[in-house]
């Protein structure tokens, strides 16, 4: 439990796909792997939904399972998502280029972002997407190896303040002519507080088993045709417009029903960070007592460091904590 839980996910692939490992906020880095549900097995992290009808389209491979963190931002933040080929950034590249297709990306408003089981069902509703571009020649998988795996949108000016589940989607087109065909989703999800706004209620879809099947619009479209058959129809529903906030005046009484973030908020203390898990100071010590009595529970709650503490981690545990 010690590695962290990225290095754990991040580990190198010989066969790599993609993966969105880190979030940005207002081009601020919130930390690989910091509000961001991932699968959770290392030799399939950057692997495609498989089979696309399960309900792991929604948040992806152990996307109804939270992780402790959420990011902060306000309504009109710019949100950008970082994709690598290989999680942990061993090997440079963002997605093969074979991997052509289209990219969206969704919210959902949840009453928590730290709870699990939260991300299939109803309640999500498109914010952007883009496919084939006739005006460059270019898909969107394309542009985002263009911009270094980069990806960026804006959060709707207009929705309600509270917890949101953003959703990630690839969609590489390479192998979806094939015989069987095969369009691969590569999804992930990321947990935000969105602050300020308003009140709208966009129309919402339910994402999870079945909402998508080879017969899907865009699904099973074939990329090798010439000319392509356009324009190119990108899977899901239509995009969310934002209606844009109105100045009113606002009642004492509607104030203190606006809820603040309360929830997933950087734990007070923390001095060390690593994606969801913080380091915290602890006592110094002198003797061999002391040390034990500072390091138990760090063997089974998490990890606390001083300047002393971090040596012992590294005779303790060596370099398999993955912390040093």
Request: aromatic share 10%; charged share 20%; with cysteine.
């Amino acid at each position: 439990m010690f590695r962290s839980a990225l290095f754990l996910l991040l580990a190198p692939l010989a066969l790599s796909h993609t993966t969105f490992t880190t979030l940005y906020v207002d081009e601020v880095n919130q930390g690989d792997g910091t509000c961001v549900r991932m699968n959770r097995d290392a030799n399939t992290v950057t692997y495609p939904i498989e089979p696309l009808t399960s309900k792991d389209i929604a948040c992806g491979k152990d996307g109804e399972k939270a992780v402790s963190r959420v990011c902060p931002a306000k309504a009109n933040s710019l949100l950008t998502f970082e994709f690598r080929a290989w999680a942990d950034g061993a090997k440079p590249g963002s997605i093969d280029i074979s991997h052509k297709g289209p990219c969206a990306v969704y919210m959902k408003k949840v009453d928590d972002a730290t709870a699990d089981n939260n991300a299939a069902g109803d309640g999500w509703f498109k914010i952007w997407h883009t496919g084939y571009d006739e005006s460059t020649e270019k898909w969107c998988t394309e542009k985002l190896i263009d911009n270094n795996g980069f990806l960026s949108v804006r959060v709707p000016s207009d929705i309600e303040q509270g917890y949101y589940l953003v959703r990630t989607e690839l969609l590489a087109l390479h192998a979806a002519s094939e015989t069987p065909a095969d369009p691969q989703f590569y999804v992930n999800c990321a947990q935000i507080f969105v602050q300020g706004g308003g009140s709208a209620k966009p129309e919402t879809v339910s994402i999870g088993e079945g909402f998508y099947s080879l017969e899907s619009p865009g699904v099973k479209y074939n990329i090798y045709e010439k000319p392509l058959q356009l324009p190119y129809p990108i899977p899901g529903p239509a995009v969310y417009e934002s209606k844009g906030v109105e100045e009113r005046s606002v009642c004492p009484a509607q104030k203190r029903a606006v809820t603040a973030q309360n929830k997933g908020l950087k734990p007070a203390g923390c001095i060390l960070q690593r994606d969801n898990w913080c380091g915290f100071e602890v006592p110094d010590y002198s003797d061999e007592n002391g040390c034990w009595a500072v390091c138990s529970p760090i063997l089974y709650s998490g990890f606390m460091v001083n300047a002393n503490s971090l040596i012992v981690l590294q005779e303790v545990l060596g370099s398999k904590s993955g912390l040093l």
